[in-house]
Structures are given as C-alpha cells and as structure tokens.
Nanobody, 122 residues
C-alpha cells in the first residue's frame, strides 16, 4: 500500500511558477514509476508527466514540454512537478499516482493522491 499526499497548489498569475510535491508513505515507493495527471472542471483526467522508479527516465505530455519538469527524491519518498510559464489553460486539479511503468493512461495507475488545485489567472 502507498499513500500519496500532494501539496504546493494555489493561485498564480499567468507566466508564473509553482512546484508541486507528492509525498509518499510506504516502503516500496522507489519501486514504482510516478505520474502526474490533471483534471479540469468538466473534462477527463489527462496525463501530464511521468518518471521512472530511478528517476533516469521522464515523459511529458506535449502541452507541457519545455515548461514542466518532473523529478523525484527517493530518499525523501517525494516526487515533484516544477511548473513554469503557467497558462490559464493549466488550471486544474493535479494528481500524483503510482504505477509499475511510465504509462499515460490513468487506469494503469494503482494509487492516487487526493489532488491539489492549481488556478492560473490571466
């Protein structure tokens, strides 16, 4: 069992930056790939970024490439999402999740956090 808690969300102006954190409990954190997803109001949950268990591989959705960076610190059982050049269309609830691979499909992820709201004002 892995328990995930996201933090770092909030309100930011367009062009600003935020860093999300996802703290995990459980001894097997560093056995899992980690992903970030987001869900805007009235829309389906979509893939944002993923990172391998070692941190050596990353994957991004096209709409965040060059703006967002995923990283992890296995010693701290934490994964991060650095978000720069934020746009109003990035407004959503952001979730972290675990999986046995770097999938882009939400159904492939096993454990989920409760989500953190990001609101980008224009």
């Amino acid at each position: 069992q892995v328990h995930l808690v996201e933090s770092g969300g909030g309100l930011v102006q367009a062009g600003g930056s935020l860093r999300l954190s996802c703290a995990a409990s459980g001894r097997t954190f560093n056995s899992y790939a980690m992903g970030w997803f987001r869900q805007a109001s009235g829309k389906e949950r979509e893939f944002v970024a993923a990172i391998s268990w070692s941190g050596s591989s990353t994957s991004y959705a096209d709409f965040v490439k060059g703006r967002f960076t995923i990283s992890r610190d296995n010693a701290k059982n934490t994964v991060y999402l650095q978000m720069n050049s934020l746009k109003p269309e990035d407004t959503a609830v952001y979730y972290c999740a675990t999986a046995d691979g770097m999938y882009t499909i939400p159904a492939m992820y096993i454990y989920w956090g409760q989500g953190t709201q990001i609101t980008v004002s224009s």
